[in-house]
Antibody, heavy 118, light 109 residues
Framework: EVQLVQSGAEVKTPGESLKISCKAS????????IAWVRQLPGKGLEWMGI????????RYSPSFQGQVTFSVDKSITTAYMQWSRLRASDTAMYYC???????????WGQGTLVAVSS | EIVLTQSPATLSLSPGESATLSCRAS??????LAWHQQKPGQAPRLLIY???KRATGIPARFSASGSGTDFTLTISSLEAEDFAVYYC???????????FGQGTKLEIK
């Protein structure tokens, strides 16, 4: 069974750094892109970018380029997204999703809520 | 950048009725379109991919059609569990990029 299990909710202050995770299981991790999607409170879904675990090839939406960094640890089949300096405007739910055959977002993590407030 | 516009923003219907949701792309996406359902407090779930193919485990009351720029998701005989927000989403094959529509909220009338 394909599963993506994300790390728990985070409460941070502006300027702090943060790394959230997405643990994959039930399929060949290195062969499928992992996408990251943001959902601001009460709003829709925004595609942030994507990473290919086999070679860590990462592509970012122009809206998020330079704002976040994707990485993976193949040994533990886990993808990460990190911020070096959080802002209040980063407060949102963040989802990872597997990009299945044909670049279809076929499985989603349960989401990680990030709250940034002073 | 391809923009997806969904209509209506909100659709109010009763259980047992049929729902028709629309998604229009600013330029042709061929059949590279998917639909996702999101219930309150839950992650999105893939319903439809390649414009008309149901994902694994999705009931037959969900159907979809379209190609190019105009797409439709139809839910026949609505059940209580179907009231949710629906997003269309397009993909490019290479490089892999995705865009979501703004969503249609299907609410109980």
């Amino acid at each position: 069974e394909v599963q993506l299990v994300q790390s728990g909710a985070e409460v941070k202050t502006p300027g702090e750094s943060l790394k959230i995770s997405c643990k994959a299981s039930g399929y060949g991790f290195i062969g499928y892109w992992i996408a990251w999607v943001r959902q601001l409170p009460g709003k829709g879904l925004e595609w942030m970018g994507i990473i290919y675990p086999n070679d860590s090839d990462a592509r970012y939406s122009p809206s998020f380029q330079g704002q976040v960094t994707f990485s993976v640890d193949k040994s533990i089949t886990t993808a990460y997204m990190q911020w070096s300096r959080l802002r209040a405007s980063d407060t949102a739910m963040y989802y990872c999703a597997r990009t299945g055959s044909g670049n279809i977002l076929d499985y989603w993590g349960q989401g990680t809520l990030v709250a940034v407030s002073s | 950048e391809i923009v997806l516009t969904q209509s209506p923003a909100t659709l109010s219907l009763s259980p047992g009725e049929s729902a028709t949701l629309s998604c229009r792309a600013s330029q042709s996406v061929s059949t590279n379109l998917a639909w996702h359902q999101q219930k309150p407090g839950q992650a999105p779930r893939l319903l439809i991919y390649d414009a008309s193919k149901r994902a694994t485990g999705i009931p037959a009351r969900f159907s979809a059609s379209g190609s190019g720029t105009d797409f439709t998701l139809t839910i026949s005989s609505l059940e209580a569990e179907d009231f949710a927000v629906y997003y269309c989403q397009q993909r490019s094959n290479w490089p892999p990029e995705f865009t979501f529509g703004q969503g249609t909220k299907l609410e109980i009338k």
